[in-house]
């Protein structure tokens, strides 16, 4: 099925070529990191993770997220997402990539990955993170491919998939719980030492990759001939809704905790996040920006006509990607860095190799996700017959 990937449109290896420009520059800058090391990034003693593990902690929800069309079409036998599955599954490789990358360029010595296996320690949470995001990336490798073959031949799944893809619907849950962990079992952290962390965790990814498969399912239906279904992309559009305000209400309860307790070592992270302490306000902006969008997308997606109509839902799905992004990454990163369990406020902004190499492990997993797309909805479009 590979060459499917080798045959497209001008639009298809324009925007591959637009794509690699931006891999090559990151790459660029990455190499420059390589040889000066992490001083040229904006991280510090007291802000040891920033704007890399901030994408590899979104994108992990976003690679979890594609068990909410895998198990209602395998477990319940909802058949309506048998044309969207494999494209959940193969959001979740590119997604699993991303974070994979966004961890080695975090690494002052890229060659430290390999202490992980050659020094396992089952006592840490960072060893049980390797295990569950390489699992889930095989896992998806080899249930999509396999599925997407067997479709293409017009037979069913081989059936040593099957415990595969039962095996893979607890596994999403675990590789976005167990990042969790690394955060909420860290004592020294009140904004991160919350029992519900795991929860806003799913929460949040359940709503902001659903979010993001509906518009690539609108880009793949106004640019291609498959379409994924109008109710398809209706119970999506739920699926998000529902996940949002469960998003939205474990925050508020985070916030009740925080200040009706009163105790200050709480109350900290949420006033340097949304008003700002010792002058220190970059992250404000910012986070009201959230609290806008997390808004506008509630409204839109608790009202069943705006949900129900696409363009309005596309508004709705960029709004919880935008709210859940912020939230999510530089918000939870650096509010729980800021201020240091000595009260201190250290300043933390990425410098700009830093974005560059951001956006150049972005684009790297567009181009995966772009190339995989082409393959799947070449195979439903020969399927389709058209």
């Not at 000066?36 to 593990?53: A, M």
């Not at 395998?74 to 494999?86: E, M, N, P, V």
């Not at 699926?239 to 925080?258: K, S």
């Not at 006509?305 to 918000?331: F, H, N, P, S, Y």
Request: hydrophobic share 55%.
């Amino acid at each position: 099925m590979l060459e499917k990937a080798l045959k497209g449109s001008n639009t298809y290896w324009g925007w591959l070529l637009f794509l690699l420009a931006f891999m090559l520059a990151g790459f660029g800058c990455y190499l420059y990191q390589f040889f000066e090391g992490l001083k040229i990034t904006g991280l510090n003693r007291d802000v040891s993770w920033g704007l890399y593990i901030a994408q590899f902690t979104y994108l992990v929800g976003v690679a979890a997220s594609g068990v909410m069309v895998v198990l209602p079409y395998y477990l319940h036998d909802y058949k309506a997402f048998g044309r969207i599955t494999i494209l959940g599954e193969f959001l979740a490789i590119a997604a699993v990539t991303m974070c994979l990358l966004f961890i080695f360029v975090d690494l002052g010595k890229p060659t430290r990955i390999l202490n992980v296996l050659l020094h396992p320690t089952p006592n840490s949470i960072l060893f049980w993170d390797m295990i569950v995001l390489n699992g889930y990336l095989l896992l998806n490798l080899l249930i999509g491919w396999n599925v997407l073959s067997a479709e293409r031949k017009g037979m069913h799944y081989p059936d040593w998939v099957k415990p595969l893809i039962y095996l893979s619907i607890p596994w999403a849950f675990s590789i976005h719980t167990v990042t969790a962990f690394l955060y909420a079992g860290l004592p020294g952290r009140s904004y991160w030492l919350t029992a519900i962390m795991a929860a806003r965790f799913l929460s949040s990814a359940f709503c902001s990759g659903p979010a993001i498969l509906l518009l690539i399912c609108m880009i793949v239906k106004r640019m291609t001939k498959f379409d994924p279904g109008e109710e398809q992309m209706r119970t999506l559009g739920g699926i998000v809704a529902y996940a949002m305000i469960i998003n939205v209400f474990f925050f508020f309860l985070e916030l009740f905790t925080a200040f009706y307790s009163q105790i200050p070592s709480h109350t900290a992270h949420f006033k340097f996040l949304f008003l700002g302490l010792e002058g220190n306000t970059r992250l404000v902006p910012w986070m009201w920006t959230a609290a806008f969008f997390a808004f506008v997308a509630l409204i839109l997606l608790i009202i069943p006509v705006t949900r129900r109509k696409e363009d309005t839902l596309a508004i709705a799905c960029i709004a919880v990607v935008i709210a859940t992004w912020i939230d999510k990454g530089m918000g939870l990163l650096i509010g729980g860095f800021t201020p240091n369990p000595f009260e201190r406020v250290t300043d933390y902004w990425p410098t700009t190799p830093e974005v560059f190499i951001t956006i150049g492990v972005w684009a790297t997993g567009f181009f995966v996700l772009t190339v995989l797309f082409k393959i799947a909805v070449s195979v439903k479009e020969e399927v389709a017959g058209y």
